[in-house]
Structures are given as structure tokens and as C-alpha cells.
T-cell receptor, first 117, second 115 residues
Framework: AQKVTQAQTEISVVEKEDVTLDCVYETRDTTYYLFWYKQPPSGELVFLIRRNSFDEQNEISGRYSWNFQKSTSSFNFTITASQVVDSAVYFCALSEAGAGNNRKLIWGLGTSLAVNP | DVKVTQSSRYLVKRTGEKVFLECVQDMDHENMFWYRQDPGLGLRLIYFSYDVKMKEKGDIPEGYSVSREKKERFSLILESASTNQTSMYLC??????????????FGNGTRLTVT
């Protein structure tokens, strides 16, 4: 069965610190997708990144970077030089590829990040 | 700018009322979804639709129904609201493709309180 674990429920950092949000997943499929979403206090979830299982290259987008390691079934998210605007709940999600109505997006429970000035 | 709009940000209803939550997207997306979000339980899929007049049950469809008469609009219906349906409801859409493989575009959410 699919499963996504975000072990860190809450993280609190001071502005300009680097912070890593962990995501560990379980799947029996060889083809799957991994996602990160951000939910700021306003409530609207915003898509950040999608990674497929065949692309283990790390991704960097500004202060955001993602480390995908199939060997440890992890897809961790690092924010460098955090800012107050990064305060949000971050969700990791997993989807097995392929057709079929029984394939669903599995969500982690989220990590609440507070960046303090 | 692409947009998913949920008709109400906050809603208070009484037990037993029939409740309609409306969602409209302007991106011409085929897929639309209704989730509920509760503390400690994360996001749970209620229903989704991959085409007009088509619907599929998610993980927690009991007590809910949906309607998709037009491509841009996906309605969630609580036939007889109960207090355990007090929650944040999130609508999302995604373009054609694997229903759950494409990035989702979310609305701002509707916080429903049933008293």
C-alpha cells in the first residue's frame, strides 16, 4: 500500500536559517510521482514541484531545493535562508502512475513551518 | 491568471440542512476534486470528476454527493448536514491526464461549520 510520512509535525526556525522538511514514502510501483504543496495561512494550497520516479536529479528553484533519493524512499525539501513568508504548512504527496480509478493521490499529514523574525 | 473559485469562504449551517458548496475553474480543466481537511487527518478525497456528468467516489464519500453539469463547475452537496461534517472543504482542478498525476490547482477553501 502507498503511504507518505512527514515525521515533523511542526518546525520553528529563526529567519535566515536553513530548514529541511522530510518526506518518506512507500510504494510497490516502479513508476510514480511525488509532489510538494505549500499551504500559507490564507488557506490555498499551492503546487511547488512534481517529480517522477525516473528522475532522481535534484531540483533547485531559488531558495527552494528538493532531494529525491529512491534508495531511502525520501523526497526532502530544503528552504535556504528562510523568510517569514515561508511560514506555511507543507504537504508531500505520492501518486502511482498509470490508468485506473483506484489510483489516488496519497497525502502526508503536513509539516507546519514557522519562520520567526 | 488561472483560478479556482469557491463560492463561500465561511459557511454556517444547521444540522439537517441541505448544503451546496460551489466551485468554478476557469482553466478548462477536465478533472475536478473535492477534499476535506481536518487537523490531524490531513487531506481526504471526497469525490472527483474527470468529465462532465462523470463522478468517482474518493475515500470518504458517505454523506456527500456531487454534481458536474458543466465542465467548469463542480458542486459538493451535503444532503443532510451533520456536526461531523464541520470542516475545511477544498476544491481543486487539474488538466487532462492521469487523474491524480497532474499538479492540482486549489481554491481558497470553504470553512463549513454545522451547528
Amino acid at each position: 500500500a502507498q503511504k507518505v510520512t512527514q515525521a515533523q509535525t511542526e518546525i520553528s526556525v529563526v529567519e535566515k536559517e536553513d530548514v529541511t522538511l522530510d518526506c518518506v514514502y512507500e510504494t510497490r510501483d516502479t513508476t510514480y510521482y511525488l509532489f510538494w504543496y505549500k499551504q500559507p495561512p490564507s488557506g490555498e494550497l499551492v503546487f511547488l514541484i512534481r517529480r517522477n520516479s525516473f528522475d532522481e536529479q535534484n531540483e533547485i528553484s531559488g531558495r527552494y531545493s528538493w532531494n529525491f533519493q529512491k534508495s531511502t524512499s525520501s523526497f526532502n525539501f530544503t528552504i535556504t535562508a528562510s523568510q517569514v513568508v515561508d511560514s506555511a504548512v507543507y504537504f508531500c504527496a505520492l501518486s502511482e502512475a498509470g490508468a485506473g480509478n483506484n489510483r489516488k493521490l496519497i497525502w502526508g499529514l503536513g509539516t507546519s513551518l514557522a519562520v520567526n523574525p | 491568471d488561472v483560478k479556482v473559485t469557491q463560492s463561500s469562504r465561511y459557511l454556517v449551517k444547521r444540522t439537517g440542512e441541505k448544503v451546496f458548496l460551489e466551485c468554478v475553474q476557469d482553466m478548462d480543466h477536465e478533472n475536478m476534486f473535492w477534499y476535506r481537511q481536518d487537523p490531524g487527518l490531513g487531506l481526504r478525497l471526497i469525490y472527483f470528476s474527470y468529465d462532465v456528468k462523470m463522478k468517482e467516489k474518493g475515500d470518504i464519500p458517505e454523506g456527500y454527493s456531487v454534481s458536474r453539469e458543466k465542465k467548469e463547475r463542480f458542486s459538493l452537496i451535503l444532503e443532510s448536514a451533520s456536526t461531523n461534517q464541520t470542516s475545511m472543504y477544498l476544491c481543486a482542478s487539474s488538466p487532462v491526464g492521469g487523474y491524480h498525476n497532474s499538479p492540482l490547482h486549489f481554491g481558497n477553501g470553504t470553512r463549513l461549520t454545522v451547528t
